[in-house]
């Protein structure tokens, strides 16, 4: 049983950088793939970037290549999300997400999510 919770999210001015986290609890952490979703108002929850197990491979929706960097320490049981370069269309509540696989990109494949954190870029 892995348990996430996010934070770090809040209100930033477009171009602006955020850091979002996300502490899990649970002993079989170091196991699971990590990722980021996020759900806008009115739209689906997609995919924003994803990190294996061991921290070596990262994965990044095309929205957010560049921007956004995904992180993971598995000695605090914590991942990551540096957002950098802000836009008004990131604003969104964004999901933590642990999963038994090598990436967690596909939302059937996730195991476990956190409450969400809600990030608002305004312009």
């Known amino acids: 049983q892995v348990q996430l919770v996010e934070s770090g999210g809040g209100l930033v001015q477009a171009g602006g950088s955020l850091r979002l986290s996300c502490a899990a609890s649970?002993?079989?952490?170091?196991?699971?793939?990590m990722g980021w979703f996020r759900q806008a108002p009115g739209k689906e929850r997609e995919f924003v970037a994803t990190i294996s197990w061991s921290g070596d491979r990262t994965y990044y929706a095309d929205s957010v290549k560049g921007r956004f960097t995904i992180s993971r320490d598995n000695t605090k049981n914590t991942v990551y999300l540096q957002m950098n370069s802000l836009k008004p269309e990131d604003t969104a509540v964004y999901y933590c997400?642990?999963?038994?696989?090598?990436?967690?990109?596909?939302?059937?494949?996730?195991?476990?999510w956190g409450q969400g954190t809600q990030v608002t870029v305004s312009s």
């Open positions: 649970g002993r079989t952490f170091s196991s699971h793939a």
């Open positions: 997400a642990a999963a038994e696989s090598t990436m967690a990109t596909k939302q059937y494949r996730i195991d476990y």
